[in-house]
């Protein structure tokens, strides 16, 4: 059984993301070859990848391309630059597309459970979306109708970039802050352990 991992706002063909997220590359041939070395340098063939949006823009045929060249089982949570995102108009068109390049499967939302951990024995749900609870990039929060309300789940997500990590109960698992890798499940379940040790707000 392999891994599971998590990643989001990969921006394929993207070139204008370089400078406003200050990415450090010359190009978006340079970035998404890099992005591509660094998921199938820690991702298994028997592993499984959440993407949570914002796949890619630009020559968005060759960012579907992409899909197989990516070790792993993929499965895409839309986000709003995502041409299959319920809230672009024809989207649902567009939804084979992205099924057809290779992931298993398209969803706004989904749910899944973290390994188990020392403090966590049957292992801890968390909630995945494109968006965070609250917080945007840039200026104030956008596209509140397809936001998750906080009920005291942990969320995984994107959209923010370099934002920040960790806001409340949401993680922002985007390649801008995690060296434009995949993260690891059991390192992000440790890490929610370790912010509820500290104190963090929503802890019992």
Known sequence: MGSTWFTADTHFGHARIIGSCNRPFVDAAEMDAEIIRRWNQVVG?????WVLGDW???DKARGLEIVSELHGTKHLVAGNHDACWPGRIGA???LQHFIDAGFASVEAFARVKLPVTVKNASGRKVLLSHFPYAGDSPGG???A???LCD???WLLHGHVHNSFVVSGRGINVGVDMHDFAPVGALALARMIDS???DGAPGTA
């Not at 063939?45 to 990848?49: C, L, N, R, S």
């Open 45 to 49: 063939a028997a592993d499984t990848v």
């Open 56 to 58: 890619a823009l630009g």
């Open 92 to 94: 649902q068109r567009h």
């Open 141 to 143: 929060d956008r596209y």
């Open 145 to 147: 109708q397809f936001r």
């Open 151 to 153: 009920q005291g789940a």
């Open 195 to 197: 912010i509820e040790d």
